[in-house]
């Protein structure tokens, strides 16, 4: 029987992370304002969508505000995009198409890896807009840029390495081949919690295998990926090859949905979108990769290093302020080590800074908005069953390895999870019974460009990122030589 015991809900840490929208000081605005300043001087404060090359207003010229979470601040206005807009960049994607899936794996490569040589050197840049929008610390904002730079120099890599098939023939006058080839025009979506690293891991592999783009960003965090397409035309990726929408998303997303010409949609954000994604894309048959909420479960065994246990489940739930789809949801704590750890977790957590992401020692961002606010002061409620996404710790006692993993799995999801143990055993033990498509021992940070990342059940489709990452962007095509 599982003791629902405690709830670290950090409710103090709480309500210092959502400041009660002080009155704007002057040295807040002149800060976004340099930092705005800065970005405008070097060409990588962008405010319109890009079709076919060409930076565009929504046509009936409609806007959206782009807020700063930390206090609510205007940073930028925006086009709110729809169906019109969308249908053009899918045609300019749809153009340019043959002519950069017809360039070589080499030509594509090297494009690639000067857009990488791009973003790390305006990576202090761009993570300042990341922080100005998103609210993350800056310190992780940057390290999201060069984060999302390695997607892009992973790729460039393999474009080089999409390799076919000799297949040995059955009949000595055939000869049978296999070719991979370009998916085609990809419609790609994504979530504001990484706004430019989940943009990489999509359009890395797409543009590597000969794929072109129309990317909808969220509305809430448009501007980096506005900034991420400017330096991808600077590094030579032609025009349409890589376009930006948005503004209202149903109706982009519809005509992604819709257009024959979109051949795949890939998408980053909650489940049921996820889900209505899915259902739309089956009308035109269409490939769907999907990366989808998580419920990461944290095991901590007896046996487990206290200090490591402590580091690596606050790290796999606080970064971001807990907005990453891999945050731990329900650490569960084995009950000879529960005190000891309740101790120790609840002192580290008082040591979290919270603030505006921009200044010097802050390690807990704003929540992204006040609907964030108000869903996760509600899970505070509820915090076992539901997905939290926010600066929440639930802390569930179990007795025994078998009571953890039934606990650890009960639930749709199978995103990310962890367990800490010095049992070799027990690592492989458990490793193979979560139903999980990432698992870490010993470890809460795991994501990397070189491994792959996708969820079980209900926590998506296919995987995204290593050398798996290609196949969802191309087709097999079967080739029989006959009469030879
Ligand atoms: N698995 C992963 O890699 C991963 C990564 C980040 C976030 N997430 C998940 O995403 C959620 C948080 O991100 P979010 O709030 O941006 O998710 P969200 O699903 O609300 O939005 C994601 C994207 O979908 C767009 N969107 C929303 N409704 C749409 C529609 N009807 N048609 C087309 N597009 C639509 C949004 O504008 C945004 O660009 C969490 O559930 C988190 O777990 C998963
Ligand atoms: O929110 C989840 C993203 O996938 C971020 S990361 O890849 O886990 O860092």
């Given at each position: 029987m599982v003791e629902f015991t405690h709830v670290i809900n950090n409710l103090k840490l709480s309500s210092n992370l959502w400041p009660q929208r002080p009155f704007l000081s002057i040295e807040m605005s002149m800060q976004t304002l340099s930092v705005v300043g800065r970005l405008r001087s070097c060409g990588l404060l962008k405010t319109r969508g890009l079709i076919g090359g060409k930076w565009?207003?929504?046509?009936?010229?409609?806007?959206?505000?782009?807020?700063?979470?930390?206090?609510?601040?205007?940073?930028?206005?925006?086009?709110?995009?729809?169906?019109?807009?969308?249908?053009?960049?899918?045609?300019?994607?749809?153009?340019?198409?043959?002519?950069?899936?017809?360039?070589?794996?080499?030509?594509?490569?090297?494009?690639?890896?000067?857009?990488?040589?791009?973003?790390?050197?305006?990576?202090?840049?761009?993570?300042?807009?990341?922080?100005?929008?998103?609210?993350?610390?800056?310190?992780?904002?940057?390290?999201?840029?060069?984060?999302?730079?390695?997607?892009?120099?992973?790729?460039?890599?393999?474009?080089?390495?999409?390799?076919?098939?000799?297949?040995?023939?059955?009949?000595?006058?055939?000869?049978?081949?296999?070719?991979?080839?370009?998916?085609?025009?990809?419609?790609?979506?994504?979530?504001?919690?990484?706004?430019?690293?989940?943009?990489?891991?999509?359009?890395?592999?797409?543009?590597?295998?000969?794929?072109?783009?129309?990317?909808?960003?969220?509305?809430?965090?448009?501007?980096?990926?506005?900034?991420?397409?400017?330096?991808?035309l600077q590094s030579g990726i032609p025009p349409g090859v890589l376009n930006v929408v948005m503004g209202d998303p149903p109706s982009i997303g519809d005509s992604l949905l819709e257009s024959t010409q979109v051949r795949k949609i890939t998408f980053t954000g909650s489940t049921g979108v996820g889900k209505k994604l899915m259902a739309g894309a089956s009308e035109t048959v269409k490939k769907v990769s999907l990366e989808l909420g998580g419920n990461a479960p944290c095991i901590i065994f007896d046996d487990a290093d206290l200090e490591l246990a402590v580091k690596g489940s606050l790290s796999t739930k606080f970064n971001n302020t807990g907005q990453q789809c891999v945050c731990t949801n329900r650490i569960l704590v084995q009950e000879g080590i529960y005190d000891r750890f309740l101790n120790a977790y609840s002192n580290a957590v008082q040591n979290l800074k919270v603030g505006n992401g921009l200044s010097e020692g802050v390690t807990q961002g704003p929540l992204i908005n006040e609907a964030a606010v108000m869903k996760v002061d509600s899970l505070v409620q509820d915090a076992i069953s539901k997905e939290v996404f926010g600066p929440v710790a639930p802390i569930i006692r179990f007795k025994t390895e078998e009571e953890a993993i039934q606990i650890a799995n009960d639930t749709n999801s199978g995103l990310a999870a962890y367990a800490f143990t010095n049992c070799i055993q027990r690592s492989w033990r458990v490793s193979e019974a979560l139903e999980y498509g990432m698992v870490g021992v010993n470890e809460g940070s795991i994501s990397t460009k070189v491994a792959p990342f996708g969820g079980y059940k209900q926590s998506g489709l296919g995987r995204e990122g290593s050398k798996y990452g290609l196949d969802d962007y191309l087709e097999i095509k079967y080739v029989c030589m006959g009469n030879m």
């Open positions: 565009t207003d929504a046509y009936d010229g409609r806007t959206i505000q782009v807020n700063n979470p930390a206090d609510g601040e205007v940073i930028a206005t925006v086009p709110c995009m729809g169906e019109m807009e969308t249908i053009d960049a899918i045609s300019a994607a749809y153009d340019a198409f043959t002519h950069w899936s017809k360039l070589t794996a080499a030509d594509r490569s090297s494009r690639l890896r000067n857009w990488y040589n791009l973003l790390i050197a305006h990576k202090q840049e761009i993570g300042q807009l990341l922080t100005l929008e998103q609210g993350k610390p800056l310190r992780e904002a940057i390290a999201e840029v060069a984060y999302a730079a390695r997607f892009i120099e992973l790729f460039a890599e393999e474009a080089k390495r999409v390799y076919g098939d000799i297949i040995p023939s059955p009949l000595p006058n055939r000869r049978l081949f296999v070719l991979k080839e370009p998916v085609g025009v990809v419609g790609a979506i994504t979530p504001w919690n990484f706004p430019i690293a989940m943009i990489a891991r999509k359009v890395g592999p797409a543009l590597a295998c000969g794929c072109t783009v129309v990317i909808k960003p969220s509305e809430l965090t448009p501007l980096t990926a506005l900034a991420a397409a400017e330096l991808a």
